[in-house]
């Protein structure tokens, strides 16, 4: 089934006088929503108590939780320390998701730094190899890690290579995130068709109709300049994009039901809600 919601809080949450993450899935099950991403972007500070806690809060709500492993994962850096960091970014991640009670982890996979594309492209493979292998290791063999797409010139992450990534092992699926590609490409992102040639029909191709049904959605309108995205905004743009609705034509058109996170700028439980809207208008 298809699934909308926010990544982190949304400015009305607290505004309206909230103040845990408990007391999210409730709020967002009363607006009619159905994943939230907790994200661990400055690292893991839940403990597995809290996060267990919170889990079964969520399923009560019908909220499933998502999780984002932290920034600083890098599996293309030049410190073998930092590479081994990352491993336990994600394992870590993995844990904590599993006492969300939740089966996905998005992680942003690496930056080029000075390297030439290809070698440090290698690098990155090499070490989601590992991570997966480590992961089975452990017993986790029915969590997706998900590599995201990246907006940013000199990051690891793009359509193809986030394909790539993906053919690894199965249980590694795109987080496609569609404003950092359209940051990325320039704001090629436009119409339903740009939307299958550039994103969907290339997954669909390389990893088969499943991966491309089940895969993981980070939707927010991106503003970019030549080296790709600058910063998130919200629905109210109208300059940079992308629009949702050529998407929403495509995902209904291939029957794909992805989990579709809203990462708009302080509006994300709003912007997820009329995402769904559209989606079900059509
Ligand atoms: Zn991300």
Redesign the pocket.
Known sequence: MIKFGPSGNSESFAREGYKHTKEMPEWLSKRNLEIFEYSFGRGILISAETATELGKIAKANNIEITA?APYFINFAALEQEKIENSYNYILNSVKIEKCFGGNRV?F?SGAQMKQDRDFAFNKVKAGVENTMQKLLDAGYDDVYICP?TMGKQGQIGTVQEVIDLCKIHKNIIPCV?FGHVNSLLQGALKTTDDYKRIVLDPIIDQLGYEKARIMHV?FSKIQYGAKGEIKHLTFEDTEYGPEFEPLAVALKEYKLEPYILSESAGTQAEDAAEMKRIFNSL
Do not use: A, I
Request: glycine content about 0%; cysteine-free.
């Open positions: 984002h998005v942003h995201e995130d980070h």
